[in-house]
């Protein structure tokens, strides 16, 4: 709705929506700023097109989305500029079941890579490290 001196004036942009805003409001992006980025980045396409920011998203509009090297395509159901708790964000848009099991494969690669990284032991004791200097000679 767009103010007019004081008055509610009826717009005819009510059901447009920036692309930035409606992945924030999704919840895909912690802020505006990490939604515009990755756009401007390319990690975000639209009907299998690379866009703006400032793209106006309709419902139905199919996004393929790279976040945090994790292929997500969604189909946008609902428009909201709004940020409302996950669980409503969740229906504002349909996952490509397909995509979505390839995400969760190399979820579960990425945890056992991680897992089978050897850590070290931390940082040495007083004792280790007098053993460390002297065996460098210092």
Do not use: C
Request: glycine content about 8%; aromatic content about 6%.
């Amino acid at each position: 709705m767009a103010r007019g001196k004081g008055k509610a004036v009826e717009s005819e942009d009510d059901d447009k929506l920036r692309l930035d805003k409606w992945l924030w409001a999704a919840r895909f992006y912690k802020t505006r700023a990490l939604s515009h980025e990755a756009i401007e980045l390319g990690r975000i396409e639209v009907n299998g097109e690379r866009v703006k920011a400032s793209r106006v998203v309709r419902e139905g509009d199919v996004l393929d989305m790279k976040i945090q090297q994790l292929p997500w395509r969604v189909t946008v159901l609902q428009l909201s500029g709004q940020r409302r708790p996950a669980k409503e964000a969740q229906l504002m848009y349909a996952e490509d079941a397909a995509i979505k099991a390839a995400r969760e494969e190399k979820m579960l690669l990425l945890k056992a890579e991680h897992a089978s990284f050897p850590h070290g032991e931390g940082r040495p004791t007083k004792r280790s490290r007098r053993e460390i200097d002297k065996f460098r000679g210092g």
